[in-house]
T-cell receptor, first 112, second 115 residues
Framework: AQSVTQLDSQVPVFEEAPVELRCNYSSSVSVYLFWYVQYPNQGLQLLLKYLSGSTLVESINGFEAEFNKSQTSFHLRKPSVHISDTAEYFCAVRDNTDKLIFGTGTRLQVFP | GAGVSQSPSNKVTEKGKDVELRCDPISGHTALYWYRQSLGQGLEFLIYFQGNSAPDKSGLPSDRFSAERTGGSVSTLTIQRTQQEDSAVYLC?????????????FGEGSWLTVV
């Protein structure tokens, strides 16, 4: 069965600092990977996804994630965070039955 | 709006009562999912509907939980004889069809509190 591990439950960071949110997955089949974001008091929104092709995928608000098959990772990065990036971030893998399997989430807290 | 709509947004119920949570998917979406989000537990898959296929119920935690989807559109998640551990946010999601490349869109959830 596929699973997703997000080792960091909370990541505190100062504004304009770089950040990396870690995600590792386990799968024996082709994987399709996603990052979702949940801003305070809002629903889940798709941030970015990897389906095939280039292993580096980007979002419109400056986040990027790199699919690394050998390390079974899909870490999320941003070179300079803003206060508005404060949210809960969920990594997910879509299994061969088309369900999304989520990690437990990482709370990113950006301080001024 | 054109997003996934869930009702009620908040529900407080007494232990032992039954509750129904409703989901209106995005028009034209044939795939519908229910997830549960508990504090510190992440998102837990509950059930998945795809068109006229038999639903994937593998995530339902007990026989007190059931869901149906009428006419391939609206879905209702029913929890019978609620327990305090059922307190969580219940999220509904939909996509064009249950294929890997179609984005899954989530509603804002129904907050259930069992007292």
């Amino acid at each position: 069965a596929q699973s997703v591990t997000q080792l960091d439950s909370q990541v505190p960071v100062f504004e304009e600092a770089p950040v990396e949110l870690r995600c590792n997955y386990s799968s024996s089949v082709s994987v399709y990977l996603f990052w979702y974001v949940q801003y305070p008091n809002q629903g889940l929104q798709l941030l970015l996804k990897y389906l095939s092709g280039s292993t580096l995928v980007e979002s419109i608000n400056g986040f990027e994630a790199e699919f690394n098959k050998s390390q079974t990772s899909f870490h999320l990065r941003k070179p300079s965070v803003h206060i508005s990036d404060t949210a809960e971030y969920f990594c997910a893998v879509r299994d061969n039955t088309d369900k999304l399997i989520f990690g437990t989430g990482t709370r990113l807290q950006v301080f001024p | 709006g054109a997003g996934v709509s869930q009702s009620p947004s908040n529900k407080v119920t007494e232990k032992g009562k039954d509750v129904e949570l409703r989901c209106d998917p995005i028009s034209g979406h044939t795939a519908l999912y229910w997830y549960r989000q508990s504090l510190g537990q992440g998102l837990e898959f509950l059930i998945y509907f795809q068109g006229n296929s038999a639903p994937d119920k593998s995530g339902l935690p007990s026989d007190r939980f059931s869901a149906e989807r009428t006419g391939g559109s609206v879905s209702t998640l029913t929890i019978q004889r609620t327990q305090q551990e059922d307190s969580a946010v219940y999220l509904c999601a939909s996509s064009l069809e249950g294929t890997t490349w179609n984005t899954i869109y989530f509603g804002e959830g129904s907050w259930l509190t069992v007292v």
